[in-house]
């Protein structure tokens, strides 16, 4: 799985830090680090802290598919 995050729709709600914090994280009010291709034991998290954005600024796609928006919930995918 990979991680896409548009930094420039992000507005640090940091909701993503709450449901994933070992792959999103805040360094200082405004600035969101994560870690683009977190192990598939991380897939639950990532999927909830993509859901959670509240601007959909949180994409992941998976090898061989198509990027899936949070939208798309955690259906059967990877």
């Known amino acids: 799985m990979r991680i896409v995050v548009d930094l420039n729709r992000c507005e640090a709600y ?3 830090a709450f449901q994933a914090p070992d792959v999103f994280a805040m360094h200082g009010e405004e600035a969101l680090m994560y870690e683009p291709c977190p192990g598939d ?3 639950e998290q990532v999927m909830r802290a993509a859901a959670s954005c509240p601007v959909q600024a ?3 796609e998976w090898p061989g598919g198509p ?3 949070e939208e798309a919930g955690t259906g059967a995918r990877g």
């Open 14 to 16: 940091a909701q993503c």
């Open 41 to 43: 034991e991380r897939r």
């Open 58 to 60: 949180i994409l992941v």
């Open 67 to 69: 990027a899936v928006p």
